[in-house]
């Protein structure tokens, strides 16, 4: 676009001149000697020449600069990757992965959040990220209106690093997280609802402009415009004003260079103004965005389901079992979190309860203790159980088994872990209802990268019970075939086989239901989002059922973007029953669902959009050389402009 636009404007010139006269045979100079419309240029003089070939030879070192510049720091990045990756041990391939992958996308997020919030409403399109920062710094007095909104944003996301460091370290030395470590903790975390913001105002303008603008208002080739002035090129001859250097001039032409400077920088402004509306916008988005998804964080809903449970005895009919997953007790979760908890499932006043994995999340110490201990508070009927998830496993499975089943309070309390064990629930020893509750330990245990971790094994849940202070017994004869069978499995994985098992309900949690959008798109694996899910596997006794839970808390930033968190209540009930009373169980999609079925169609569109700007850096490389052949022509008639008589 650049060259066309240089080609059609010399062309112009050129037209100018033919249509001035101002090109004459060599014997008419003395006869317009004395038009002052036109000038006259001497040549030039020895020093002249002597500073054009400086300029020249300086011009060059920078052009070979430029070429060479990006394969250099290509080059410097991939070999210091590599020489880090020799110090990683074990951890190589997740380095590699954060190192290759990870931070760059981290980069270039990071410029298009700047590009949207400052660089379009406040700057040129020439400026960028790098250059205006170091202006911030080597500048003093920085000149505020150029750059005070990127130090501002800047500082927003220095802080938002500083908030999620010192979460994720000193947070787990607190029984409650600071202030200023919710705040700036949160703040991480909406920075992808900012993003989300910007991609929205994105897309909606573009479809303005191109159903809208070109399509009905007639102005063609609208959304293409604004898409290659701010997404496709950050080169400095985009939108710049033509500019022709020469002393050959008239009257007609010098009004029409002054003409398109006008109109370009009007263009600008009306491109600002534009710009900062759609700031505006997303403003106001990222704002309503954020305080839904911190209220949907710190709000748990009680969500209450009625489900059919394949060979459930009529005794056991209305069964009230309290689940809650995903308390994750660290950084952002302290003690009042647990009291919550413990205080709305005893409240619910279940039969039982089950905790699916992922309460703790933090190595086992005196200030884990303080923060569990209201755990010890639960009670129902038939008991409360657990089982563990990938984040025990993780932060030392061996000190949460010895504070769970040994230490006081736990001892004595009516909490009990299962782990590749069961438990049978009888409804207050009611007579002929016998339900079995399995605990399988979390699928992460199979990696072996944990220490004392252990492999879910069904085989030896259905033939081990839990015995007196935390001991495990052998029951020889695998649970009957007969009883109905609820798993408590934290990742919702192997539904399919558990149900061809036998299994009638599984519980899980573990997904956050994607927790903050567009995260939802790494939850494709799993056999369930959130909700109630069917699986029928064509067994006599009817479909079995999975549920995930969105969990109490969650990991990471208290913000939930397009997920809920949750406690339920399952009222299980024989399938008989349901249908004798018109009764069908919930199997309506999420939001969370809905969102990651979104984002797998919408996030592949949005990577190949932005691959585009990377290949046209490729075709600008490979063009440079015919930019400077351009650039020798474009001098060379400017030389030949210089000898013409006039």
């Given at each position: 676009?650049?060259?066309?636009?240089?080609?059609?404007?010399?062309?112009?010139?050129?037209?100018?001149?033919?249509?001035?006269?101002?090109?004459?045979?060599?014997?008419?100079?003395?006869?317009?000697?004395?038009?002052?419309?036109?000038?006259?240029?001497?040549?030039?003089?020895?020093?002249?020449?002597?500073?054009?070939?400086?300029?020249?030879?300086?011009?060059?070192?920078?052009?070979?600069?430029?070429?060479?510049?990006?394969?250099?720091?290509?080059?410097?990045?991939?070999?210091?990757?590599?020489?880090?990756?020799?110090?990683?041990?074990?951890?190589?391939?997740?380095?590699?992965?954060?190192?290759?992958?990870?931070?760059?996308?981290?980069?270039?997020?990071?410029?298009?959040?700047?590009?949207?919030?400052?660089?379009?409403?406040?700057?040129?399109?020439?400026?960028?990220?790098?250059?205006?920062?170091?202006?911030?710094?080597?500048?003093?007095?920085?000149?505020?209106?150029?750059?005070?909104?990127?130090?501002?944003?800047?500082?927003?996301?220095?802080?938002?690093?500083?908030?999620?460091?010192?979460?994720?370290?000193?947070?787990?030395?607190?029984?409650?997280?600071?202030?200023?470590?919710?705040?700036?903790?949160?703040?991480?975390?909406?920075?992808?609802?900012?993003?989300?913001?910007?991609?929205?105002?994105?897309?909606?303008?573009?479809?303005?402009?191109?159903?809208?603008?070109?399509?009905?208002?007639?102005?063609?080739?609208?959304?293409?415009?604004?898409?290659?002035?701010?997404?496709l090129s950050n080169n400095e001859t985009v939108n710049e004003p033509p500019s022709v250097d020469t002393t050959v001039q008239?009257?007609?032409?010098?009004?029409?260079?002054?003409?398109?400077?006008?109109?370009?920088?009007?263009?600008?402004?009306?491109?600002?103004?534009?710009?900062?509306?759609?700031?505006?916008?997303?403003?106001?988005?990222?704002?309503?965005?954020?305080?839904?998804?911190?209220?949907?964080?710190?709000?748990?809903?009680?969500?209450?389901?009625?489900?059919?449970?394949?060979?459930?005895?009529?005794?056991?009919?209305?069964?009230?079992?309290?689940?809650?997953?995903?308390?994750?007790?660290?950084?952002?979760?302290?003690?009042?979190?647990?009291?919550?908890?413990?205080?709305?499932?005893?409240?619910?006043?279940?039969?039982?309860?089950?905790?699916?994995?992922?309460?703790?999340?933090?190595?086992?110490?005196?200030?884990?203790?303080?923060?569990?201990?209201?755990?010890?508070?639960?009670?129902?009927?038939?008991?409360?159980?657990?089982?563990?998830?990938?984040?025990?496993?993780?932060?030392?499975?061996?000190?949460?088994?010895?504070?769970?089943?040994?230490?006081?309070?736990?001892?004595?309390?009516?909490?009990?872990?299962?782990?590749?064990?069961?438990?049978?629930?009888?409804?207050?020893?009611?007579?002929?209802?016998?339900?079995?509750?399995?605990?399988?330990?979390?699928?992460?245990?199979?990696?072996?990268?944990?220490?004392?971790?252990?492999?879910?094994?069904?085989?030896?849940?259905?033939?081990?019970?839990?015995?007196?202070?935390?001991?495990?017994?052998?029951?020889?004869?695998?649970?009957?075939?007969?009883?109905?069978?609820?798993?408590?499995?934290?990742?919702?994985?192997?539904?399919?086989?558990?149900?061809?098992?036998?299994?009638?309900?599984?519980?899980?949690?573990?997904?956050?239901?994607?927790?903050?959008?567009?995260?939802?798109?790494?939850?494709?694996?799993?056999?369930?989002?959130?909700?109630?899910?069917?699986?029928?596997?064509?067994?006599?006794?009817?479909?079995?059922?999975?549920?995930?839970?969105?969990?109490?808390?969650?990991?990471?930033?208290?913000?939930?973007?397009?997920?809920?968190?949750?406690?339920?209540?399952?009222?299980?009930?024989?399938?008989?029953?349901?249908?004798?009373?018109?009764?069908?169980?919930?199997?309506?999609?999420?939001?969370?669902?809905?969102a990651m079925y979104f984002a797998i169609v919408i996030l592949p569109i949005s990577v190949l959009m932005c691959l585009v700007?990377?290949?046209?850096?490729?075709?600008?490389?490979?063009?440079?050389?015919?930019?400077?052949?351009?650039?020798?022509?474009?001098?060379?008639?400017?030389?030949?402009?210089?000898?013409?008589?006039?």
């Amino acid at each position: 676009q650049g060259f066309a636009h240089n080609l059609i404007y010399n062309t112009t010139f050129i037209q100018a001149v033919q249509r001035d006269r101002l090109y004459q045979p060599s014997n008419s100079m003395e006869q317009h000697s004395d038009d002052k419309d036109i000038a006259t240029t001497p040549p030039p003089t020895e020093d002249q020449e002597s500073t054009g070939s400086i300029t020249s030879s300086s011009e060059s070192k920078k052009k070979t600069w430029r070429s060479y510049k990006n394969p250099i720091e290509a080059f410097l990045y991939i070999t210091l990757g590599a020489g880090l990756s020799f110090g990683a041990g074990d951890n190589a391939l997740p380095f590699l992965i954060t190192y290759f992958v990870g931070i760059p996308l981290i980069c270039l997020l990071l410029r298009y959040i700047w590009l949207r919030l400052c660089r379009d409403p406040f700057l040129s399109q020439r400026d960028t990220l790098s250059g205006v920062t170091w202006e911030i710094i080597t500048t003093c007095p920085p000149n505020l209106q150029r750059t005070f909104p990127t130090f501002l944003y800047w500082a927003f996301v220095v802080l938002c690093l500083v908030g999620s460091g010192l979460g994720m370290s000193i947070g787990n030395n607190m029984v409650e997280p600071s202030f200023f470590i919710k705040l700036t903790y949160n703040g991480f975390g909406s920075l992808l609802v900012l993003i989300c913001s910007i991609w929205a105002m994105d897309a909606l303008y573009l479809a303005y402009l191109f159903l809208v603008a070109d399509k009905l208002q007639g102005r063609k080739g609208a959304a293409q415009d604004w898409w290659y002035r701010n997404i496709l090129s950050n080169n400095e001859t985009v939108n710049e004003p033509p500019s022709v250097d020469t002393t050959v001039q008239s009257g007609d032409f010098e009004e029409e260079t002054v003409d398109d400077n006008k109109a370009h920088d009007t263009k600008q402004a009306e491109n600002r103004r534009s710009a900062r509306v759609r700031l505006a916008i997303i403003l106001v988005l990222y704002i309503w965005w954020t305080t839904w998804s911190y209220n949907a964080g710190h709000n748990p809903n009680t969500l209450e389901l009625s489900i059919p449970v394949p060979r459930l005895p009529p005794q056991c009919d209305g069964y009230r079992l309290a689940m809650a997953s995903d308390l994750h007790v660290g950084s952002m979760a302290g003690i009042k979190d647990a009291e919550w908890m413990v205080e709305k499932l005893n409240g619910l006043e279940p039969d039982a309860i089950a905790l699916v994995g992922d309460i703790g999340d933090q190595p086992v110490n005196n200030v884990i203790r303080d923060k569990m201990r209201p755990l010890a508070s639960l009670k129902a009927p038939d008991g409360v159980f657990m089982t563990f998830g990938n984040h025990e496993n993780s932060n030392g499975i061996a000190g949460f088994r010895k504070l769970l089943r040994e230490e006081s309070p736990f001892a004595e309390s009516s909490l009990t872990i299962l782990e590749n064990e069961h438990a049978i629930l009888t409804k207050e020893n009611t007579d002929g209802c016998s339900i079995a509750l399995i605990g399988m330990a979390d699928w992460s245990g199979k990696a072996g990268i944990y220490s004392d971790a252990v492999a879910p094994d069904y085989e030896k849940a259905i033939r081990s019970q839990h015995g007196p202070n935390g001991s495990t017994i052998d029951a020889g004869e695998p649970v009957s075939s007969d009883l109905p069978m609820i798993m408590m499995q934290h990742q919702p994985h192997g539904m399919k086989q558990a149900a061809t098992d036998g299994i009638g309900l599984q519980l899980s949690g573990h997904t956050h239901g994607g927790q903050i959008f567009p995260q939802h798109i790494t939850l494709l694996g799993y056999d369930g989002i959130s909700g109630l899910a069917e699986f029928d596997v064509g067994s006599e006794h009817g479909p079995s059922y999975l549920f995930v839970s969105e969990g109490v808390v969650g990991w990471g930033p208290r913000l939930r973007f397009l997920s809920q968190t949750d406690i339920a209540l399952l009222t299980l009930r024989t399938p008989e029953a349901m249908k004798e009373e018109g009764l069908v169980p919930d199997l309506s999609a999420s939001v969370a669902t809905i969102a990651m079925y979104f984002a797998i169609v919408i996030l592949p569109i949005s990577v190949l959009m932005c691959l585009v700007p990377f290949c046209c850096w490729l075709r600008k490389s490979s063009c440079s050389d015919d930019e400077e052949d351009f650039d020798d022509l474009t001098l060379k008639v400017k030389e030949e402009l210089q000898d013409i008589d006039l």
